[in-house]
């Protein structure tokens, strides 16, 4: 299982209308373009019908945003981590604020990404259960309090505590796991205050997705590393 480079920044797309078709591979070739001129780690979690249509046309890992906790078989409309694996990316995304698992599908889908060697983002919402996840062992831990997301308040400033806590926490369990925080990031300041208090690097998405230059926001964010 392949590991990424840390500091890392990673933009989940979601849904939104600025990520749909040729604007969303646009913007992964953004995402692209910044990793190889500044030498900086970048991942992107490109919407789930163009996931591997964006996968095969850029460099940067690419994530899943969600997968259901069931193997390959009759289970329609279901998103297998095999089929994300053949699809190019590395990874997926789990237990998104918006997208919320029980623990046991959490459980399922970390040890079973470990086994065929993809990557697991799984998505937290406070320091306990922070802890809590990363006793399953996946590959990184995100914090994200929801109050936060898409607010423009950061994480690494508004509750910093959070973050060191978090990462203190996680460790303390499982010292190999990437911690990530995310929660109103929008500039290079909140990044490089998230990375002063320990943490391996961002998780955000309409700081770039929605910004009115997506490549001078992505700038200004790596500047932070």
């Known amino acids: 299982m392949e590991r990424i480079e840390t500091p890392v ?27 190889s001129e500044k030498g900086v780690s970048i991942a992107i979690c490109p919407q789930q019908v163009f996931l591997a249509q964006v996968a095969s046309a850029v460099s940067i890992p690419c994530f899943a945003q969600h997968v259901d906790a069931v193997f390959p078989g009759s289970h329609t409309g279901f998103v297998t981590l095999e089929a994300v694996k053949a699809s190019g990316a590395v990874g997926t995304l789990v237990n998104h604020s918006e997208h919320r698992m029980k623990l046991a599908d959490i459980e399922f889908i970390v040890s079973r990404a470990a086994e065929i060697g993809m990557l697991t983002i799984v998505c937290t919402n406070n320091v306990r259960v922070s802890r809590a996840v990363s006793a399953l062992r996946p590959y990184s831990v995100a914090v994200e309090p929801p109050e936060l997301i898409g607010t423009g308040r950061a994480v690494s400033k508004v509750d910093p505590a959070i973050v060191s806590d978090t990462v203190k926490a996680v460790k303390e369990v499982h010292e190999d796991c990437v911690v990530l925080c995310g929660a109103g990031i929008t500039s290079g300041e909140d990044v490089r205050a998230a990375v002063e208090l320990g943490a391996d690097g961002v ?9 009115e230059n997506p490549k001078n926001a992505l700038l200004d964010l790596v500047s932070g590393i």
Request: charged share 25%; net charge negative.
């Open 9 to 35: 920044i990673v933009i989940n797309v979601k849904a939104y209308e600025e990520s749909i078709g040729e604007r969303g591979m646009a913007l992964a070739r953004v995402c692209e373009e910044v990793a």
């Open 203 to 211: 998780l955000l998405a309409s700081g770039v997705v929605k910004a």
